[in-house]
């Protein structure tokens, strides 16, 4: 419409030649207002928020992009940008870990969120979880050299972390399998 064009014209000049960015944020919201699903907004706000560090406001955005969306590489960009700035601006593990079970949700053989998902159990020290995920990892795994590591880790987290002596045994076992001399499964099942 005429008038949502004059707003972002106007939200525009007042970011551009005025450098008042409260004002051009009111009218980009405005136009957004007229037509929800309107890009050109949406991207102005983008840019104008993360100018201005206004992350609450930009996770905002990055979600209305993500539910406007039909591309799903697309949404899951804009998903790892959330998490991403949940974990890094925000200094929130559970929204990050949320976020990228969401990612899974969508695809449950996203092999980055996985390692993402790693990575922040590991550092909370979410055994379960820790374990669950690696699990995970190895099922969507056929390669031995990279089930190995992954094995190892597993069982070096079920016998020192979950406190499951059977399972560790069989994982350790599982790894022999595979690397024979895999030095760190033959010590520990010794």
Known sequence: SLLRELLLGVAAAYDEKLGESEKAVEYYRRAQAIEPDD??????LEKLYTRHERWSDLLETYRRKAELTTDPAEREGLYFRMASLWEEQLGNVDEAIATYKEVLGQDDGNQRALKALDRLYLGKSA????????????ALTSE????????????DLREHKLGEMA???DTYRQVLELQPDNAPSTAALE
């Open 39 to 44: 890009p050109t907004a949406l991207s102005a």
């Open 127 to 138: 055994w379960h979880e820790l374990g669950d995920n690696l699990s995970r990892q190895l």
């Open 144 to 155: 031995a050299a990279q089930m190995v590591p992954l094995l190892v880790r597993l069982a």
């Open 167 to 169: 399972a560790a045994v």
